[in-house]
């Protein structure tokens, strides 16, 4: 559904994000000084919304989720300012024990590498139902029939059979589904997928997004999809934030993000897009390399590799504005100029 169909359903309350995180920043003490993996992240997810967080390895955007997860190790990891509000309350006001006892019954987590995450020596139903038995929601025998149910929710064929095997007899794909399947376990209000579809071939890749999409329409859930690729969430984001160095560059709605993107980071990522109407033509790249975050070049932190970069971006690094449009939050100093490169 999208956002604009859902405006009308929807009643104030309905309006409240479920997660708000406010100006959000991560540091890590490291061998080579301090690390700002995130620096100033804000944004909020309601009922039925997916927002897509997207960068390149190394922008900030998994520590974000760990952050919000309370998944990060700390020391080396140290939250240094900011909110992350789940239904209201502040996580980061909470003990580690209470921020992840509250995320566990909200929120829930699919990771990029689903044979990693699941144990190999447990069967995929023994692992479904684990969730649902510690958490006193369940009886075991009562369990076992839900993680058939479960498997049956994301499509995995003859799933009661399926339940009894182990995650090495389950393909790429479907090894994927039994993860989505465990994060819904509990019902989550928000679903935070950190790529869920890197690992797999590009057929599989679509399956597994318009499963998800199908999923969280049913659901009414939140949505946060984690990724590298902009191109995979073209068709589910409500909305976006382009995440570079650790900073916010862009948010915007999908559609104005996909329409007219005001950073050129943005749009060097739409650019690097394979496009059926640009068939024969070069690949666009982006040129050069994501800077160390121990070692972020000063002034804006793109200008190494951005095509409209002039002195001025060198010297000071842009704060995030709310132009060239209500709700949209664009770091550039020449956003306007940006937009209207219509050569992308
Ligand atoms: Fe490019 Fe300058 Fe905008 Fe940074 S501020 S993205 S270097 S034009």
């Not at 520590?63 to 300012?81: D, E, F, N, Y």
């Not at 994301?154 to 790429?172: C, D, I, L, T």
């Not at 969280?216 to 984001?237: F, K, N, P």
């Not at 394979?274 to 666009?284: A, F, T, V, Y």
Request: glycine residues 6%; contains cysteine; proline residues 6%.
């Amino acid at each position: 559904m999208t956002a604009t169909a859902r405006e009308h359903e929807r009643t104030a309350a309905d309006d409240e994000p479920i997660l708000a995180v406010e100006d959000l920043a991560v540091e890590f003490a490291t061998a080579d000084g301090l690390v700002k993996a995130v620096n100033g992240v804000s944004f909020s997810v309601r009922a039925g919304e997916t927002l897509a967080i997207v960068g390149e390895s190394g922008s900030g955007k998994s520590v974000t989720a760990q952050a919000v997860m309370g998944l990060l190790q700390s020391p080396p990891a140290r939250i240094s300012s900011g909110s992350i509000r789940l239904k209201g309350r502040d996580l980061l006001a909470m003990s580690r024990h209470q921020h992840r006892a509250m995320c566990g019954d909200h929120v829930a987590m699919v990771f990029q590498d689903a044979l990693a995450a699941l144990n190999p020596v447990y069967s995929v139903g023994w692992q479904l139902s684990e969730a649902l038995v510690a958490r006193g929601r369940m009886s075991r025998r009562e369990a076992r029939a839900r993680a058939v149910e479960l498997l049956d929710l994301v499509k995995v064929p003859n799933a009661k059979q399926r339940v009894k095997e182990y995650p090495h007899q389950f393909s790429g794909g479907m090894r994927q589904r039994v993860m989505i399947a465990m994060a819904l376990a509990l019902e989550p209000e928000v679903l935070i997928a950190d790529e869920p579809t890197t690992a797999l071939d590009v057929t599989v890749q679509a399956q597994i997004m318009r499963l998800l999409a199908e999923i969280q329409a049913e659901r009414d859930m939140g949505m946060v999809l984690i990724t590298h690729d902009l191109g995979v969430v073209a068709d589910v984001a409500d909305s976006v934030t382009v995440m570079y160095a650790g900073r916010a560059v862009e948010q915007a709605s999908a559609l104005d993000a996909f329409a007219q993107p005001a950073h050129p980071y943005t749009q060097a990522l739409l650019r690097s897009i394979p496009r059926l109407d640009r068939k024969g033509q070069e690949l666009e790249v982006i040129g050069g390399r994501p800077p160390e975050l121990t070692n972020i070049p000063p002034g804006c932190p793109f200008h190494p590799r951005c095509r409209h970069a002039r002195d001025i971006c060198g010297e000071g690094e842009p704060p995030p504005v709310l132009e060239p449009a209500p709700g949209r939050t664009v770091a550039c100093h020449f956003a306007e100029e940006v937009m209207a490169d219509v050569e992308r």
